[in-house]
């Protein structure tokens, strides 16, 4: 046995051993805020990709026809079909996209960790981690508006839906339709703002509007 050999590729193992520890730290930064990818994902991807740019830049020798940039270029990409399945369409929100971008960039550490760079490779994961938490500060600048879908049903002219706009501080309806109820018009409303009104100031509404027969607050769309 070449002892000279096993020892270069321990040597080559410590990269894949700091991509590990790495990974956990960005992980586990994850998993405290309950995001679709965690510790382990985390953790794994950041080792693969240490492993793949071990084996692209140390495996094939001194061989001419070796490319050492051949298998580290198809990391990003593959990285990205991962990346894909955690996004995901959901009540008409985008769910995942920031865990998605999250594990990329944790293959890029892991890559410069397999690449022997380690002061990157710590000090990438570092910023990372530290761009997570200011993001997720409770700060007005970092604050994603929050709209509220209401159900509005109303009697009597249609021309009383600019009176409805005005209570509740919108430009256009969502969906708009009419509905012939025994003999009477009934108009059916649904709207989104960005203003949260509570139970009480909806019955308030409804008590000194006559003509709005219900409101449906929906939270949940």
Same mark, same amino acid.
């Given at each position: 046995?070449?002892?000279?050999?096993?020892?270069?590729?321990?040597?080559?193992?410590?990269?894949?051993?700091?991509?590990?520890?790495?990974?956990?730290?960005?992980?586990?930064?994850?998993?405290?805020?309950?995001?679709?990818?965690?510790?382990?994902?985390?953790?794994?991807?950041?080792?693969?990709?240490?492993?793949?740019?071990?084996?692209?830049?140390?495996?094939?020798?001194?061989?001419?026809?070796?490319?050492?940039?051949?298998?580290?270029?198809?990391?990003?990409?593959?990285?990205?079909?991962?990346?894909?399945?955690?996004?995901?369409?959901?009540?008409?929100?985008?769910?995942?996209?920031?865990?998605?971008?999250?594990?990329?960039?944790?293959?890029?550490?892991?890559?410069?960790?397999?690449?022997?760079?380690?002061?990157?490779?710590?000090?990438?994961?570092?910023?990372?981690?530290?761009?997570?938490?200011?993001?997720?500060?409770?700060?007005?600048?970092?604050?994603?508006? /929050?709209?509220?879908?209401?159900?509005?049903? $109303? !009697? @009597?002219? &249609?021309?009383? #839906?600019?009176?409805? +706009?005005?209570?509740?501080?919108?430009?256009?309806?969502?969906?708009?339709?009419?509905?012939?109820?025994?003999? /009477?018009?009934?108009?059916?409303?649904?709207? $989104? !703002? @960005?203003? &949260?009104?509570? #139970?009480?100031?909806? +019955?308030?509404?409804?008590?000194?509007?006559?003509?709005?027969?219900?409101?449906?607050?929906?939270?949940?769309?």
């Amino acid at each position: 046995m070449n002892w000279e050999i096993v020892l270069d590729q321990l040597k080559n193992l410590i990269g894949v051993a700091v991509a590990i520890v790495l990974g956990f730290a960005i992980g586990y930064e994850r998993k405290a805020r309950a995001k679709e990818a965690g510790i382990r994902t985390h953790t794994i991807v950041c080792a693969g990709a240490a492993l793949m740019m071990v084996v692209s830049k140390y495996g094939f020798g001194d061989s001419l026809e070796a490319d050492a940039a051949r298998i580290a270029s198809q990391i990003v990409s593959g990285i990205g079909f991962l990346g894909a399945g955690i996004i995901v369409y959901r009540k008409n929100e985008i769910h995942g996209l920031t865990t998605a971008a999250g594990v990329w960039a944790t293959a890029g550490v892991g890559m410069a960790a397999g690449a022997k760079m380690y002061v990157v490779a710590t000090g990438a994961t570092i910023l990372l981690i530290a761009i997570q938490c200011l993001l997720h500060a409770n700060w007005k600048i970092f604050r994603t508006k /929050r709209y509220y879908r209401l159900k509005i049903r $109303y !009697t @009597g002219q &249609e021309d009383q #839906s600019l009176e409805i +706009k005005r209570l509740f501080g919108v430009e256009h309806f969502r969906n708009f339709t009419m509905r012939n109820v025994e003999g /009477r018009i009934e108009y059916h409303v649904s709207l $989104y !703002t @960005g203003k &949260e009104f509570s #139970s009480e100031t909806l +019955k308030q509404i409804m008590t000194e509007n006559p003509f709005i027969t219900s409101i449906e607050r929906d939270d949940e769309d």
